[in-house]
C-alpha cells in the first residue's frame, strides 16, 4: 500500500510524540535520586546505622541530613550511646558505623576480631574538650590544669571552690560530667587526671551532653565538660574556662596550642558495610564534605590533603 505524503508525515509526527512521551516517562526514575560529581544520576536506597559518640554526633548527624538531600531513600539514623557504647554495638555487628571520639580500645579490636568485624578508621575532625561554668561565676575565668587535677582526681578533697582557691566562694561546687561509657569522659580524665577513667565519684554524670549543659546553666556554682560544640551551641547560657591561659576556640584547636585537651574525632566503618552501595557513597560523602560541614557543626576540619588521604583508605 502507497502512503500519501500527508499520511506519511501524519505517521511521523505521531511516532515523534510518542517518543517524547517515552523519554518523559523515564526521566522520572530520577525523580527521588542524587546526583554524582559529573551530574550523572545515581539512586540508592537501603539503611544505614551509625551509633557512638555524643560528641561526634552534630557532625554525623549533618553528614546524614545533608546526603539525603540528594539520597532521600536511604534511611539513616545516628545515636549519642557514648563512644563506649557505640563501640560495643560496632563489634556486635549492630550498627555499620561507629563515632568516636577516642581511638578504638585494645579489647574492642579483640571484640572486633572474635566477631569477624573487620573495619576501615577514619579521622574526620579536631575537638577541644571544653571546661565550662554558669554565666554568674565571675571568679573561675580561667583555670589552670592542676587546678582541674585537683577538682576532678579520684579521691578529691575539694568541696567548695575555696578549696581551689581562698578568693573564691566558700560555696560548694556541682559536677558535672560525661557518663563512664564516653570517650570524652576517658579522654579527659587521662589528661587532667593522668588515669583513663579515672575521676572522682559525686559528679552527676550522663551520655546526653544537653544534660550536662543544662545542669551548669541552672546552678551558679556548677562546672561541667564536654565537646566543643556543645559550649558553641550554647555559649548564651554558660561560659567557657581558660585553660592555662588559653580559650578554646576553633582557631586554639587547631593550632593545638589550647591543651591538653584538643584531639582527633574518628568514625569507624564495618568493612562488610562498605560493600553496600549507599555506605561506600555516604562514606565517601563524610570526607568529601567535611571541610564544608564540619566547622558548620562548630568543630575543626582536617586540612584538604588529610582528607584525601583518607579517602584513600577506602578504595
Known amino acids: 500500500m502507497i502512503l500519501s505524503k500527508k499520511k506519511l508525515l501524519s505517521i511521523l509526527a505521531a511516532l515523534t510524540v510518542s517518543a517524547t512521551i517515552f523519554a518523559g516517562c523515564g526521566s522520572k526514575s530520577g525523580d527521588n535520586t542524587g546526583s554524582n560529581n559529573k551530574g550523572e544520576t545515581k539512586k540508592l536506597s537501603g539503611t544505614i546505622k551509625i551509633d557512638g559518640s555524643s560528641t561526634v554526633f552534630p557532625i554525623s548527624e549533618a553528614m546524614a541530613e545533608e546526603f539525603n538531600q540528594s539520597y532521600p531513600d536511604v534511611k539513616i539514623t545516628v545515636g549519642e550511646s557514648g563512644t563506649g557504647g557505640g563501640m560495643k554495638k560496632f563489634t556486635n555487628k549492630e550498627i555499620d558505623i561507629a563515632d568516636a571520639s577516642r581511638p578504638i580500645k585494645d579489647e574492642e579490636k579483640e571484640a572486633a576480631k572474635k566477631n569477624g568485624v573487620e573495619y576501615v578508621e577514619l579521622k574526620v575532625a579536631y575537638d577541644g574538650i571544653t571546661?565550662?561554668?554558669?554565666?554568674?561565676?565571675?571568679?573561675?575565668?580561667e583555670m589552670k590544669a592542676e587546678d582541674l587535677n585537683k577538682i576532678w582526681k579520684e579521691g578529691s578533697t575539694v568541696k567548695t571552690w575555696k578549696d581551689v582557691n581562698p578568693a573564691w566562694p566558700d560555696q560548694p561546687i556541682k559536677l558535672y560530667s560525661p557518663?563512664?561509657?564516653s570517650g570524652t569522659f576517658e579522654y579527659f580524665t587521662e589528661a587532667i587526671n593522668k588515669k583513663a577513667k579515672s575521676q572522682r565519684q559525686d559528679a552527676t554524670p550522663s551520655e546526653d551532653d544537653n544534660v550536662l549543659v543544662q545542669g551548669v546553666a541552672g546552678d551558679k556554682y556548677a562546672m561541667a565538660y564536654f565537646g566543643y560544640s556543645y559550649y558553641e551551641a550554647n555559649k548564651s547560657k554558660i561560659h567557657a574556662v581558660k585553660i592555662d591561659g588559653v580559650d578554646p576556640s576553633l582557631d586554639t584547636i587547631k593550632n593545638a596550642t589550647y591543651k591538653?585537651?584538643?584531639?582527633?574525632?574518628?568514625i569507624y566503618i564495618n568493612k562488610e558495610a562498605l560493600s553496600r552501595p549507599e555506605v561506600k557513597e555516604f562514606a565517601t560523602f563524610y570526607l568529601k564534605q567535611a571541610t564544608k560541614i564540619v566547622p558548620e557543626a562548630k568543630y575543626v576540619?582536617?586540612?584538604?590533603?588529610?582528607?584525601?588521604s583518607q579517602l584513600d583508605k577506602l578504595k
Request: charged share 25%; net charge negative.
Open 260 to 266: 591538653p585537651l584538643s584531639r582527633p574525632l574518628y
Open 131 to 141: 571546661v565550662v561554668v554558669n554565666k554568674d561565676n565571675d571568679w573561675a575565668k
Open 179 to 181: 557518663g563512664t561509657a
Open 301 to 308: 576540619p582536617f586540612a584538604e590533603a588529610e582528607y584525601t
